[in-house]
Structure formats: C-alpha cells, structure tokens
C-alpha cells in the first residue's frame, strides 16, 4: 500500500488521479422511456425514422405546382382540403392548388407551398399576390433527423430536453448502464440523527443529510449506514460492510490529522489510499483510495469542507463512474468583486458567494459572509464559488476574481 501522504496535492492533481483510475460500470440495463430519467445511455441512440417521416407544409396555405403558376395572378381554384392527420387523396386536376394546413403532408407533385397571407380568396379561386420559388414552405422528409442518424451518443444523461426527443421517434425503451451503488456513513461520537435531542458536546449529523441529498439528486442507490460510533470494531464492520455491498464508499469525519489512529489502520488494512490531504480551503482533510472492492472517499466532517470536498472530488467521480462522458463543471467567469474579501496566500480557496448584475449591468461577485468551514448558511445564501488562486492574498474591492456558478448539484 501506498503512504499517506504528509504534503498537500493540489485540486486539479487530485482530480486528475481519481478519474485516472476509475472507469464507467460495465453492467447495462434496459428500461422503459417512462423510467429513464436521469439515467445514462449506455449505448449509442440512433433513428428508427426519418423527422419529418413524410414531406409536410411549414405552414397554412396552399400546395401549388410551379408550371399552374405560368400565367402570373391567375385565379386558380382549389381541388380539395389536407389536413395533419388526414390528407389529400385523389387526382389533383391541371392548373389548380389544394388548400393545405400546416403539419399535413404535401399532395405528390406539390413543389411549393404559398402561405395563406400571400394568397387573395375569391368565389371560384384563388390568387395570389407574391412571387413563389420551388420548395418554399415544405418540410422535407428526414430533413431534421434521418434514419439510421446517431441522436444521442453513448454517456448522455436523460432528461426533460432528451427524452421527449426520442419518444418523437417512437423509442420506447433504452439501453442504460445500472445505478451507481453508493455506501454512506458519519463517524464520530458527537453526531446525533436529525430530530433527536442533543445532548451535552453533541451536533446534529448535517453531512450525512446533506451528501444524500446530493447523491439522490446524482442518481446513485444509497446504502445508508447511518452514524459509526469511535468504535474500531465498529467502524471496521462499516467498512467491511460497505465494501461489499457498493462500488463507492463515502465516510464523512474521521479523516482529518489528530483523529483516531484506527481509521487510517482499518483503511491500510483493507485497502489502499491514494491520497489523504488536498491544499484546498475549505476542505485540505480528504482521503481517496480503494477499499477490496469499492473505490472510497473520506469527506472531511466540517460542513462546508465536506459538500465543498463532494462537489469538487466526488461529483466528478460519480460522473465518470456512472459513465456520464459529458458531464462538466460550469465554465467559469472572471467578474469584480463587490467588496473585499479576506485571504491568506498557501492554498486555493473556495469561497461562497452571490453574483448579481449592479446597476450597470455588468456582473459583480460579493462574499455570503463568515467563510468558516463550519457556515453552512453560506450555500443557502450563495449562487456560485469564488475562486481565489493559491498564491493570492487579501482581494479588494474592484478587483477581478474568478467564479465557478453552482451547477444543479447546489442550485436550486
């Protein structure tokens, strides 16, 4: 097994090495449209169809034929009615239109379609008043999607803008790789479960609530163990537990220096850590490895260190195991910072903050407030991370700053 680390590797190292050595689930399912959302193509997604199946008119009006419209302004009458759903049959007579709606499919030999704006109805006819050019106002059959055409690629997420898509062509179920299986436990004597009393030196188990808020929100089966006493045996028992019954592990506490001795035993015993300090603010205490089976990650137990530690480590992580290959974190943005903010050069620094317009309409950064590991609030309260570069010191007003918007993880 490798050694715990005594330096500090930095983020995008940290991030580098964990996707490094992950890869996507390999077990596949297929499910029903109705039960796809949120799920990941496993393969590629191609057309049974053509879109449009049939050529249709763009718009109300009329299907002529170019040689009926030689005489200019001549008044020709209407042959019959097409209609979505219901179209046009029957012999179509020499020099007259027929009346079509917009979706129906053009009569054979339509080569324009005259919008009912630029045509004059009278008693035996119609004429009309603009000049026409062939394929005008015709939807083309495939010319949106052809058959056979890939529509989605292999690692696409399913959702509101996706899924309709396919059921337009008439997919009714997809190939989708299984649910990430995620085992979650807090350690630590001071945590209490939500909802009971707090006794003496206690504190209500946020992280634990808050990282499956995430992972439901991620799409991950949860095995929640609960809250581990500082107990070895019990806590071996937990990670034995969840290393056989999931393909990611996250603990939350227990990680950070000066803690049990017997956590990072259990760890060297049953696995291997590749990493165990990041040079980040918040959250420098996160540990990933590799268990027997399960692949690990050990948030640190302050609040905001752990969802900072999940969002930028973890999220990733489930991405490229749930074989998500188009996920990314938003671009970011530089934008002027409101007011100061406060910083000591060593580490990269992930602060909270709310990014508004001013009065000029140009983008503006200001902090939450405290930026403690332990404020919590300042998720509520903000919209994005400011970015502060490891080397950089105190921010004054004015200054650029980079920001990093909050993705769906943390929007709202």
């Not at 191609?46 to 200019?72: E, H, I, K």
């Amino acid at each position: 097994m490798e050694a715990f680390t005594s330096g500090l590797l930095a983020l995008e190292q940290a991030q580098q090495r964990m996707l490094a050595l992950v890869s996507p689930l390999a077990q596949t399912e297929i499910v029903s449209l109705e039960q796809a959302a949120g799920r990941i193509t496993a393969t590629d997604i191609t057309s049974p169809l053509d879109v449009p199946a049939f050529a249709n008119a763009a718009m109300d009006g009329y299907a002529v034929r170019m040689p009926d419209l030689a005489q200019g302004d001549a008044l020709l009458p209407v042959a019959g009615k097409a209609f979505a759903g219901n179209p046009f049959v029957g012999d179509w007579p020499a020099g007259s239109c027929i009346r079509i709606m917009t979706g129906a499919p053009v009569p054979p030999g339509t080569e324009a379609v005259i919008m009912q704006e630029y045509a004059e109805a009278e008693a035996n006819g119609v004429r009309f008043t603009h000049p026409v050019k062939a394929g005008q106002n015709i939807r083309l059959a495939g010319e949106d999607i052809q058959r056979g055409a890939r529509v989605l690629p292999a690692g696409s997420a399913l959702g509101p803008a996706r899924l309709p898509l396919l059921a337009s062509l008439g997919v009714a179920e997809v190939t989708v790789i299984r649910r990430l299986r995620v085992a979650l436990f807090s350690t630590g004597d001071e945590l209490q479960h939500i909802g009971q009393p707090l006794q003496a030196g206690q504190i209500y188990d946020t992280n634990r609530f808050a990282v499956r808020l995430m992972l439901e929100k991620l799409g991950c089966d949860i095995l929640d163990l609960g809250i581990i006493r500082d107990d070895p045996v019990a806590l071996r028992d937990a990670f034995q537990r969840a290393d056989s019954e999931a393909d990611l592990v996250i603990s939350s506490g227990g990680v950070s220096v000066g803690e049990a001795d017997y956590t990072k035993q259990i760890l060297d015993d049953i696995g291997n850590i590749d990493f165990w300090k990041l040079a980040i603010k918040p959250g420098k205490p996160f540990a990933f490895g590799k268990l027997r089976q399960a692949w690990f990650c050990g948030l640190p137990g302050n609040p905001v260190s752990a969802a900072v530690t999940f969002y930028q480590l973890v999220q990733p992580l489930i991405a490229q195991l749930s074989g998500h290959s188009q996920w990314h974190f938003p671009p970011r943005q530089r934008v002027k910072a409101a007011s100061a903010l406060k910083k000591t050069p060593g580490r990269l620094d992930f602060q909270r903050g709310i990014v508004s317009r001013n009065d000029n309409g140009e983008l503006e950064v200001r902090a939450t407030g405290h930026q403690g590991s332990h404020i919590f609030s300042s998720f509520s309260l903000g919209n994005c991370f400011i970015v502060l570069e490891a080397e950089r010191g105190a921010v004054a007003a004015g200054e650029w700053v980079e920001i990093e918007p909050f993705n769906a993880l943390l929007g709202e």
